[in-house]
Nanobody
């Protein structure tokens, strides 16, 4: 049974930091590209960051470049998103996703709420 379980969301202050984590099980984690998406209130889901199976080639959307860092620990089957210099525009539900290298399988977590407010 495939599971992606996000944790670590919550309330952050503008300029502050939060880290969200995603624990995976039920598939060979090190064979998958891991991604973080977010869905702000009333808007469509968007790709925030992605990382290749060996932890190279990280991608970031322009809005988070220089502020967010994606990383993974294949020994713990976990992917992280470190969010620094938070802005109110970062408020969203953050989703973890796994995609197989052949694009045939995509898995999603249930999401975790991140709210940035003073």
């Amino acid at each position: 049974q495939v599971q992606l379980v996000e944790s670590g969301g919550g309330l952050g202050e503008p300029g502050g930091s939060l880290r969200v984590s995603c624990a995976a099980s039920g598939f060979v984690f090190s064979d998958y590209v891991m991604r973080w998406y977010r869905q702000p209130p009333g808007k469509e889901r968007e790709l925030v960051a992605s990382i290749a199976p060996l932890g190279d080639n990280p991608y970031y959307t322009d809005a988070v470049k220089g502020r967010f860092t994606i990383s993974r620990d294949n020994g713990k089957n976990t992917v992280y998103l470190q969010m620094n210099s938070l802005k109110s525009d970062d408020t969203a539900v953050y989703f973890c996703s796994a995609r197989s290298l052949d694009f045939q399988r995509v898995y999603w977590g249930q999401g975790t709420q991140v709210t940035v407010s003073s």
